[in-house]
């Protein structure tokens, strides 16, 4: 994306970014980097919904006080990392299906997105982690300016590369 990162909105994370194993940082540390790239302070916590449990909930309870006002819970295999914050807070959640697992993220993916109504969980692909930080800068837009116009100054420069990209393809043609 690439574009001039606006200062930060606030002092305080505004996104926590949970992920079941820190095998999945790789992946996961591309939604903290979009969010940076966009002015939105965020933190990554490595919590299991299986393996450690207290610890989401430990998590949850001090992202409520601090000011957190998105989640993202990345997992794979079994993914139920969303669905057990989602089951904890009024917040929004996103949930990020990963394609590690033996089929790789369509387990996840399912995982993630068949919640039971009233627990609700926003679902981008499988490693759809850039969306998962638009997505989380879309909602923040809602209440900060400095934001939607973040969003609105890259999606101007997608834009604009994406149309020379076009063009270039063009002129290659016709070489």
């Known amino acids: 994306m690439s574009i001039t990162a606006p200062a930060m909105i606030a002092a305080t994370p505004l996104v926590g970014i949970l992920t079941g194993s820190p095998n999945d940082l790789p992946t996961v540390v591309k939604i903290r980097e979009t969010l ?17 449990p207290d610890k989401v909930l430990a998590y949850l309870e001090r992202a409520h006080r601090e000011g957190v006002q998105v989640l993202v819970g990345c997992a794979g ?11 904890h807070t009024l917040l929004p959640v996103i949930g990020v299906p990963l394609g590690n697992g033996p089929l790789t993220g369509l387990d996840s993916l399912l995982s993630t997105v068949q919640m039971p109504p009233g627990v609700p969980v926003a679902t981008v692909a499988i490693d759809g ?33 994406y149309d020379q990209t076009a063009d270039e393809a063009l002129a290659a043609l016709s070489r």
């Open 36 to 52: 940076t790239e966009l002015g939105i302070p965020s933190e990554i916590i490595v919590a299991s919904a299986h393996r450690t």
């Open 129 to 161: 982690s850039k969306n998962a930080a638009m997505l989380a800068a879309r909602i923040l837009a809602l209440k900060y300016p400095e934001v939607k116009t973040a969003l609105e100054e890259a999606a101007r420069k997608e834009r604009t590369r």
């Open 77 to 87: 295999v079994a993914a139920h990392l969303a669905g057990v914050i989602a089951g």
